[in-house]
C-alpha cells in the first residue's frame, strides 16, 4: 500500500469495445447507416415518391422525438406542436409570401425551436408523467390557436402549397424532385442527432439520465442541458413538419392534433426507444400501414392499437432493438 | 484568507414539522479532516443535503469561504469547489469508468454544451482522467462500465471524478459504508492522501476511522449538535456516550475504547 493507492485486483477481461468507426459509428452502425443511405437512393425507383416523402418526414420527426425520450429519458406527448406548427408557417410562408423553399424550411425548423424554448422551459421541471401532462397541455393550446388563428385556414387547413424553386433555380415541382430534398434533410437531420448524440454535450445527456443529482453535484446545471435539448428536438420536429408540408402541400389541423404526438410515440416505441435507427424503422412500419391498411377506414386505428399492444408485451426493444438484441450489436 | 472555510449559524430543517436538523451551528477550519458523527437518523445526511442545496433550509444561514451561500443553486456551490459525494455510491452506471472521471474534468475546462463537434473532442482529457484513475488503483477498470464494478470500487472511482474537479472541500457522506475490511484501510488512506492542501467533512460511522483521520469532531443526536471537539474529549462525553448506547451498543462500546 506504498503511495496509498487501492491494489489493484486484476478486473477482468475488459467488454467488448464498440469503438467508433467513423462519425461516431460503431462497426454495426455504420453498416446499418450505408444500408439506410442505400435504401434512400434507391427507393424512389421502385417505390412511389410520395409516399416515401411520407415516410422520411415522419422518419425525422420520431428521430427528433427520440432524441428526448431516448436520451434524456423526457416522454413528451406534445410533440405535434413543434411539428405542426412548422407546418403551417412553412406552408403559409411558401404560399403566401412566396419564399423559396429552403427558407420555407428554415422558417418551419426555426418556430419549432423557438416554441421549444418557453414550452421546454416550463415543462423540464418536472420529470415523468407531469412532464408528460405539461406538454400536451401546452401542445392543446398550440392546437386551439390554430383552431383560431386565421393563417392556418381553420378545417381547411393551409393547400395547394408551391413546392417553389430550390434557391430559386431547380424546379420542385415532381415528387421525384421532391424527394431529394426531403432525403437530403431527413440524412441531414439523422446524422445531426446522431452527432448530438455523439458529442461532449450528448455525454452530458447520457450522464443526466443516469444520475441526476450526481451531475448537478459535480457542477452541471442539468435544466439548461434538458432545455438545449428539449429546443433541439422541437426544432427538429418543426423542420420535419415544414419539409412535409411542403412535400405533401398541405398542412392541416391534423399536424397539430394530439393524436399526432400519440404517431410519434407509437413509431419510437415500435421501432425501439434509445436506438438511432429504431425511430426510422417505426415511423416506416406505421405509415406504411397506415397507406395500405387505408381502405378499412376506422379499423386502421383498431389495428394500430393491437399492434401497439404487441409491440409493448412482447417486443419490447421494439423492432430495432431486438434485433440488436439477436445480433448482440447496438445499433 | 480566514481560518473557517464553512460556516452554519442556526441552520434548521423541518419536514412537514419533524425537525430534522435543529439549529446547528457548524465552523469548519480550513485545511481540516472535519467530522460529522451520530446515531442513525441523526441528520447527517440533511445536513449535506443543505450544505450543497440540495435541500432548502427551513431557518438558518451558511457561510462559505466568508460568502453567504444559504441561497444558491447546488450547481453553483460545486462550482465554488464545494463538492460533496452521496451516502449511495454515486456513479453514471452505464458510461464507463474513464468516462465518468472524464465527465468532471469536462464540466471543469468548457465545452460541454458542444452539441455538433465529435465526441472524440473528449479524448484530450484522457490523460489527466487515466492519472486520477491510478491514484485510486482503477486503471485496469478504464473501459469497463462504472455499473460493473463491485461496491468498494464505486466508491474509489467517486472519489477520483471529485477529485477531477479540484475541489476546495469535499463532502464525503459515509466513504466506508458496506465496505470490506480492507476496502476500508484503502478509503482510510486514500481519504487521508487527497485531503492534503484540502478540507474535508466526513460523515462515519465506523468510529476507528473517525478517531484514524478526523481532527475535529461534531455529534449530532436527533438534529441537535450534542458535541464538539477533538476524538478524545468527544469520545469521553457521557451525553454522547448514552446517544451511542441508546441505539448501537456496538458503536458505544469502541466509543468508550478510544
Ligand atoms: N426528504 C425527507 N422527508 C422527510 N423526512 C426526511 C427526509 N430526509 C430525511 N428525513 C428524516 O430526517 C431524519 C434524519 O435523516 P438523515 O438521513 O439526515 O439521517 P442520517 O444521520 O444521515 O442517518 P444515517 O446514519 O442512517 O444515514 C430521519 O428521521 C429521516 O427520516
Ligand atoms: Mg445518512
Sequence with gaps: MAEGSIATASPGAPPATDEATFFGFTRPQAAAFLALVVIVLASPFVVYPFFLMKLLCFALFACAFNLLIGYVGLLSFGHAAYFGMGAYVSGYAAKAWGVTPEVAILLGAATGALLGIPFGWLAIRRTGIYFAMITLALAQMVYFFCVQAPFTGGEDGIQAIPRGHLFGIFDLSSDFAMYWVVAGVFLGGFLLIHRVVHSPFGQVLKAIRDNEPRAISLGYRTDDYKLMAFVLSAGLAGLAGAVKALAMRIATLTDVLWTMSGEVVLMSLVGGLGTIFGPVAGAAAIVTMQTYLAEFGAWVLVIQGVIFIAAVLAFRRGIVGEIGNLLRVKL | MSDTILETEGMTKEFRG?????DVRLQVKRGTIHGLIGPNGAGKTTCFNLLTKFLPVTRGKISYE???????????????????????????????VLENVRLALQRARGNSFDFWRPESLLKQYDSRAMELLEDVGLTGYARHNAGELPYGRKRALEIATTLALEPTMMLLDEPTAGMTHDDVDRIVTLVKRVAAGRTVLLVEHNLKVVEGLCDTITVLARGAVLAQGDY??????????????GTDPGIAGSTQHG
Excluded: C, M, W
Excluded at chain 2, 68 to 83: F, S
Excluded at chain 2, 232 to 245: D, F, G, H
Design chain 2, 66 to 96: 466568508g460568502r453567504d451561500i444559504t441561497n444558491l443553486k447546488p450547481a453553483d456551490i460545486a462550482r465554488l469547489g464545494l463538492v460533496r459525494s452521496f451516502q449511495i455510491s454515486a456513479v453514471f452506471p452505464h458510461l464507463t
Design chain 2, 232 to 245: 478524545a474529549t468527544v469520545s469521553r462525553n457521557p451525553e454522547v456516550q448514552a446517544a451511542y448506547l
Design chain 2, 18 to 22: 419533524f425537525v430534522a436538523v435543529s
